[in-house]
């Protein structure tokens, strides 16, 4: 079983900042509805963004071990969330944009049900809570 670590540490008022056990930081801030001042990234929008990373990295690794050239992936993420707390996620939409040379869609699409089903951990957590749906497009890369 691998064990991972991470920190999280009062700055001021309700801003944190976490760090990973792999030593690198992210500053963390709630609204100033709720006490803070809005000087860092929601705990919440971190979900999102790990979900987002996982997923790619997956996807980055799937197309390329098949010898597809890939120069760039982005992933636009939409989560709604519960209007009652817990406030979980109860859907989340990737959209992929993936730009390269001559990408069959059916390698997209085939490197995204891998990642969703087999291999990205935040997806498998998630899911349990959240619909996860994905999309992608893919972009002709320039000469």
Request: net charge neutral; hydrophobic share 40%.
């Amino acid at each position: 079983m691998g064990k991972v670590t991470a920190r999280v540490k009062l700055i001021d008022g309700i801003q944190m900042v976490g760090e990973s056990g792999s030593g690198h930081p992210v500053v963390m801030d709630g609204s100033v509805e709720v006490g803070g001042r809005n000087m860092g990234v929601r705990p919440m929008e971190l979900l999102l963004i790990g979900l987002g990373g996982c997923a790619s990295i997956d996807v980055l690794t799937i197309l390329r071990k098949g010898r597809h050239v890939v120069t760039d992936c982005q992933v636009d993420i939409q989560g709604v969330r519960a209007e009652t707390d817990p406030k979980v996620y109860l859907e989340i939409t990737l959209h992929y944009v993936v730009t390269g040379k001559d990408i069959p869609s059916k390698a997209v699409e085939r490197a995204i049900q891998l990642s969703e089903e087999k291999y990205c951990s935040a997806s498998a957590m998630l899911s349990r809570t959240a619909a996860i749906k994905s999309t992608f497009e893919i972009v002709e890369a320039q000469a």
